[in-house]
């Protein structure tokens, strides 16, 4: 079986890192024209999402699978997305499913997790490689409801 990785669409987080600068303008023209509280508002919020955004430019969200298991993001808090990472090996596995917050998981029957996001980019590569090889976890509200479409899974 041929290992893989999947990783979130790039082109996502720098449109995000680029709307930054505008919005920081917008907060700092607002505060000139009066609004203080809403201009400051903008302006730091708009720095501390681009922050957030940061680690998403790294390797450290990827999501890989080989003949041992899978790998990738072991929380999923917010901004500590992909601070802690795990691996669970293919055996262990025992469900398949998605967080109310909408990440997608593998979990292994200690409780430890490997999760991605709808923004990781081929995702049907990973379901694919799951389906080969734990069956048995894929049932029905697992499966996309488009082949061709990105791996989901549904409610």
């Given at each position: 079986?041929?290992g893989?990785?999947i990783?979130i669409?790039?082109r ?6 680029a ?10 023209m607002a505060?000139?024209?009066g609004?203080v509280?809403?201009?400051a508002a903008?302006?730091?919020?708009a ?13 450290r ?7 041992a298991g ?6 999923a808090?917010?901004?500590?997305f992909?601070l ?7 055996d ?13 998981y593998?979990a292994s ?5 490997v ?9 049907e590569?990973?379901f ?11 049932t029905?509200?697992?499966?996309p ?10 409610p």
């Amino acid at each position: 079986m041929r290992g893989g990785t999947i990783r979130i669409d790039r082109r996502i987080v720098w449109l995000a890192l680029a709307m930054v600068p505008l919005l920081v303008f917008v907060g700092i023209m607002a505060m000139r024209q009066g609004s203080v509280t809403i201009g400051a508002a903008v302006a730091i919020g708009a720095v501390v999402c681009g922050l957030g955004c940061l680690p998403t430019l790294s390797s450290r969200l990827d999501l890989a699978w080989d003949t041992a298991g899978i790998s990738g993001c072991a929380q999923a808090c917010g901004p500590f997305f992909g601070l802690r990472r795990g691996r669970i090996g293919w055996d262990a596995m025992v469900v398949l499913g998605r967080t109310g917050a909408g990440y997608g998981y593998v979990a292994s029957a200690d409780g430890r997790r490997v999760l991605w996001t709808d923004m990781h980019q081929g995702q049907e590569r990973l379901f694919a490689a799951i389906s080969r090889r734990r069956p048995d976890l894929i049932t029905p509200a697992t499966q996309p409801a488009d082949p061709d479409s990105d791996f989901d899974l549904r409610p």
